[in-house]
């Protein structure tokens, strides 16, 4: 098991480009591919980046792909996700997940191990 943290959230103003860390504690961290996940009020958890074991395979869905940035340091346990031209819409609880299932943290099966989410709130 890996333990996760998601930091960074807040406010922000429409447009801006914040960058959320996750930090992971627990077993070898480059075992595990991350992703991050987010949750708009009233809506379903969606999966919006996804970064493998060594950080040579990145992965993003049609809806944010051009926006969303993910990023991981693997000496610091950290996975980051940053997006660029954040708008009101990107309001949402976002989910740092990790898995050493590929298939897993796109959102094809179970995700084994979920941080407990960051509010991210963007105001115009």
């Known amino acids: 098991q890996v333990q996760l943290v998601e930091s960074g959230g807040g406010l922000v103003q429409d447009g801006g480009s914040p960058r959320l860390p996750c930090a992971a504690s627990?077993?070898?961290?480059?075992?595990?591919?991350m992703s991050w996940f987010r949750q708009a009020p009233g809506k379903e958890r969606e999966f919006v980046a996804a970064?493998?074991?060594?950080?040579?395979?990145?992965y993003y869905p049609n809806s944010v792909q051009g926006r969303f940035t993910i990023s991981r340091d693997n000496d610091k346990n950290t996975v980051y996700q940053q997006t660029n031209g954040r708008r009101t819409e990107d309001t949402a609880v976002y989910y740092c997940?990790?898995?050493?299932?590929?298939?897993?943290?796109?959102?094809?099966?179970?995700?084994?191990?979920w941080g407990p989410g960051a509010q991210g709130t963007v105001s115009s």
């Open positions: 627990g077993r070898t961290f480059s075992s595990y591919a």
């Open positions: 997940a990790a898995d050493p299932n590929w298939r897993a943290v796109v959102g094809e099966t179970s995700v084994g191990n």
């Open positions: 970064i493998s074991w060594s950080g040579s395979r990145l």
